[in-house]
């Protein structure tokens, strides 16, 4: 039984392992991330300049529909993504010009306003980077910020093989145990 259990956590933690947030880089620029975990959820997020009218469906879509689950994606951009010389010179970031960024992840709109988490990503002059919320007008068009861009997230698609072979390696491991158990 303990066996049975120890397989259990080690699978877990290949699985698990094998699924970190990888870097979308271009030409040395950080065009976003995929398998971001967001509260055990994997997502694909992309830096993307316009307004939220344009980017999320006349400023309706939004993979995060609450101020807690935008703050903790923005939390997760801050903590798996924005590390190294992405931390400390965000204009390697697409669209951002300056030495500080706003990455804005929408999560509600009313009339021509839009609410936002706000991951604030600071040079290395010894300010922190930091999460806020705030709401601005929705027509907004980041692409005249130098200093601000969207966050644009998206569900991480598993693909099937690596699917499948999470699926094989568990049966073949419960077989396995089912063999001994028999032969014993």
């Known amino acids: 039984m303990f066996l049975k259990y120890r397989l259990i956590s080690i699978l877990l933690f290949i699985s698990t392992s094998l699924q970190a947030a990888t870097l979308n880089i271009v030409d040395g620029h950080l065009m976003g991330a995929y398998n971001v975990n967001v ?3 994997l997502y694909d997020v992309s830096f993307q300049d316009g307004s939220c009218v344009n980017l999320f469906n006349n400023c309706s879509d939004f993979t995060f529909n609450s101020i807690q689950a935008a703050w903790d994606a923005s939390t997760s951009l801050m903590n798996q993504v924005f590390l190294g010389d992405f931390d400390t010179t965000p204009s390697l970031s697409n669209g951002i010009e300056s030495s500080e ?4 992840t929408a999560y509600a709109s009313a009339e021509n306003s839009v609410d936002v988490s706000l991951f604030y990503n600071r040079d290395n002059s010894g300010q922190p980077d930091q999460v806020y919320a705030l709401s601005f007008y929705s ?3 980041l692409t005249t910020q130098e200093d601000a861009t969207w ?3 998206s569900p991480t698609v598993v693909p099937v093989p690596a699917a499948g072979w999470l699926l094989s390696s568990g049966l073949v491991g419960l ?3 089912k063999r001994k158990k028999t032969s014993i």
């Open 39 to 41: 509260n055990g959820t």
């Open 101 to 104: 960024g706003a990455f804005h």
């Open 139 to 141: 027509y907004l068009d």
């Open 151 to 153: 966050a644009v997230w």
């Open 175 to 177: 077989l396995c145990l």
